[in-house]
Structures are given as structure tokens and as C-alpha cells.
């Protein structure tokens, strides 16, 4: 820690020396006058100034109050200490008017009253520089540190991000799917005034219309068949701080209409609640869909539309963008344990390939190198092994998705496990016109086991008859089958390679999903849950 004395008096510097003395880590510096002062300020920042508020002989002399008024006039808001005498009483209080922190007076210097004051300071500048390293740190976590890019359109977003963080209008965030649009969301909350509150993102595709429903308004006891107790919303939730609607278009009509009055009066109503709660939190949305063309389609509510796209944030498309793929995939290599290096040959095999997944899959993509290649030389013929031999969808996060939304269904449904079993089987038999042996490679174990397994459920209704209330096509998706008009086929080794399209709306097109079993279960983003030993 810097300390100034500022003190005409040699003697007046020689006591508050010979006092700081007893201080750790103290470095001390002086100065006798303005002048030399404001070098000091300038040259040493310190951290805290001692100021005696005469310089001079002249009694009119308020030279110490002269260089707080300089010191917060050149921005900065370095603690201050004055040391003066009890006839000064006016002089202390135009001191704390500019912000000086405390005074001790010089018939009462000893370190018994200076030193508690001292280690005061010393606490709350240690306090503060912790809070400044946590806040850059949350930065490069969450805020537009954390979105990687120099290009001109992610340097377009961090400027409208820093432009409407403050804002309490909502922002819907457009782009592609993998972009960033999530961590747009995030930075928006994280350089807002609302960051000490919470986040919450809600994705309006992952479950049943009346149980999204009941996830962002909450509904009371009893407020339907199943609803035990009372259930805060993610509206609720979300307090003061910032609730991100994921996925808005696939949000269901009715639900639509209500959240639009939402978004115009802020204020919702619990399901099955007699009054309502004001909405405190700001309103974000995100999309990869045209809502335009959903519009056109009567799809989507143009009112709720044009509510919602207060600001627009698009988030580019890596295509858009391919300036940013070099750095994205160094700074994403320089997070593996591994020392991964490219050769040029292999950054221009990896620039020229499309990225539908965009920055998602480019970072999965650094993250399968890392697992999976010999040589920490990345070069062409690593990349097209591969890609022939890896595949390369990460479908973790629709199984997670899939997970959720099974698990927020009503218990009554018997064993979710049993549900997903019996859907995944069903699926596969039927994708493979009844050819078990078929359906047993796309699901990526044994005949026998697939035949063992499916007997158990042939006995079962069929899961849409337990469903209970939900709406079919969605419903249906997510517990993994499609309705027969969305339905299509996987390839029978049921993966994508690198290089091959990926989904764009994943919400319609079937994933492949990685083999358990007999081949490695490839999964580049967070572990696949391992195969069910006790039936092999
Ligand atoms: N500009 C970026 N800098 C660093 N990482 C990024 C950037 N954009 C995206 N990512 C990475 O890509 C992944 C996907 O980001 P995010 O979930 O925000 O995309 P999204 O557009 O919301 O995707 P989706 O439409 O599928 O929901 C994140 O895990 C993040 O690590």
C-alpha cells in the first residue's frame, strides 16, 4: 500500500512517518507542497493520501483541500485523510464534501487513533480490488469479454450490447443456431445494474405448451390435476434480474397471447392464482427461426413480435464472420490440457468447411482433437480421418433437453425411464420397417437385447395413451417420436460425420444420437451416460 504525506512541516511528516512505521507492506512517500504533490499523485498513484490542510505559513493557506479538489477533478477517487487542527472545523467539512474519508486531529496524533483508521482503508482497497478481479472475471465468463471475435458484426454486437445492457426494453436475439445467442443473453444481464440478481433461461421448445406454462408463470396448489403444491414461475424467479425466453418461436399460440400482456402491462398471473405479481425482471428473447415467415404463416403473433423486438441483436453466422474462426479456434485449443498446434494446410481445410452448427460445433470440433488425436500437430489428414470416422453431432444437449422435459412430466406416467426406453425402441423399430436386427444397429446394441427389451413393453399400452393432457405433435417429439408427418429416417449407422449438414432446427430434425454399446460413445461436450450393464 502507497501512502502520501502531504505536510509542509518537516517535523508534521517526521510523526506521521515514524507512526506508519509499525504498518506492514506500507511504502511512504512525501511531498511538501501542491505542486510536488499532484508529481507524486501523477506519477505514483498511491492509495492513500495523509493531508495536512495548511501548506504554508500564510493562514488563509487551504492548500491540502486544493489537492483532494485537483485529485477527484482528474477522475480519480484515491482515499483521503486529513490531518488538521480543531480550529479548521469548516475546513473538515468542505474536505468530506469532496470525498475525503476521515480526519484526525493533530493534538490527538498517536497510533493508537491513526493506525485502526489506516488498516480501515487498507481493508476496504484489498475489498475492492478483490470485487474488480471478480467482476472481470464474471467478464471474461459471461460478459462481452467472454464472446470471442474481432470481426466487424461481433464487434457490431458488443456494441449494441453495451448500448442497451442498462435498458430495461426487451432485445431479441437472432442468429443461427450455436452462435452465441445464449451468451448475448448473458452479457446483456452481466453489464446491467440487474447482475446482482438473477438469470434465468427458459427454452420454450423444450416441453408441452401446459407445462412451459406452468414453468414461467408458476401455478398454485391444485391449480391442475397433479399440481401439489404451489410452483413460483421462472417469471418469479427471475426477481429483478433477467429472464431470457429461448427458442420464443416455437412458444405455443395461447401461451403467446399471454405473454404478451405480460410483456405490456408487467404484470402475470400463477395458473390457478387470484392475483396478479408485477414483473420486475427485463424480458429477452432469442430465436434461430424466421419469425417473419411464422408470421406470414400465422405462427407466430406479429403483436407479440414487434413487442419483443424492441432492440434486435443479430448474432452472425460464423459464415458471416469467417474472420473469427482462427481465433475462436485457438482460443478454444488454448483451454485443452493438450498443446494442440495446426499446421496452415489444416486451418484452411478447417476455414473452407461449413460450420451449420456454427460456433458450437467448431468448439466440439477442438474439443474431439483434444480427446482424439495422435499427434498434438494438427494436420489435414488428421481432420479428414476425422471426419470419415468421427461423428461429429454432439447430441448432448438435446438428450439433456430431452432428460428435462421427461423429467418435469407428471409422475404418474410410471417410470421415465421406462418411457424413454420404450420410445427410443419404438422409434428404431418402426424407422426400420419392423427390422429389429436394423433398429438393434441404429440403436447401437445387440439384437437380442433390443428383442429382450422390447418384449417387456409389448405387453404395455402404447406411451401416447398415458400422456395425459399433452398437446401431440410436441408432446410426442419429446418423448421421441415424431408425429408420422415430421417423420424421417436416420441413416442406419445412426451418426453424422464432420462435413456433413447438421441440423439447423433441431427441434425438427431427428438427432442422431451416439452409440452405447459396442463402439465408443463419442460425446464431445459432457459424458454420455454409459450402457445399461445388467442387461448386456
Ligand atoms: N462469440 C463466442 N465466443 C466464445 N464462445 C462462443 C461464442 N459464441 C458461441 N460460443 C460457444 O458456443 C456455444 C453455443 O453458444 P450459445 O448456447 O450461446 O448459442 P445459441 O445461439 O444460444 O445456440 P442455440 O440456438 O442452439 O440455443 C457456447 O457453449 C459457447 O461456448
Redesign the pocket.
Known sequence: MKILIVDDQRSGRRTLRQILAALDEVEVLEAVGLDDAMVVVERSAPDLLLLDVRLSDDPRDRGGLEILRRVRASGRSTPALMVTSVSELSEIREAMRLGAQDYVLKDELCPEMLLPIIEGQRERLLLKGEVVRLRERVDRTFGTK????SSAG?ERVRRIIERVAESSKTVLIR??????????ARALHEMSSRRGEPFVAVNCSALPGTLIESLIFGHERGAFTGAEKRMRGQLELAGAGTILL??IAEMPGELQAKLLRVVEDRRFRPLGAESEIPLRARVLA?T?VDLEKRISEGRFREDLFYRLNVVTVH?PSLAERDA?LIE?LL?FSAELPRKLRYTDDAIAWLVRRPWPG???EL?NVVERLGLLADDDLIDVPTLEELARERPVVDAT?EIDRLARALLALPERLGSKLRVIERAVLHHAIESCGGNKAAAARLIGVDRKMLERRWDRHTGEEPPSSRRMSMPTPMAARHLGEEPPSSRRHTPANGTRHLGEELPGN?NHTPVSLPRYGGEEAPSTRRQVPPRDHDDA
Do not use: Q, S
Open positions: 467472454a464472446l470471442l471475435g461481433m442468429g443461427e443456431t450455436g452462435t452465441g445467442k445464449e451468451m448475448v429461448d427458442e432469442a434461430h448474432v473469427d475462436l482460443a456454427n460456433v458450437r468448439r444437449a433441431r
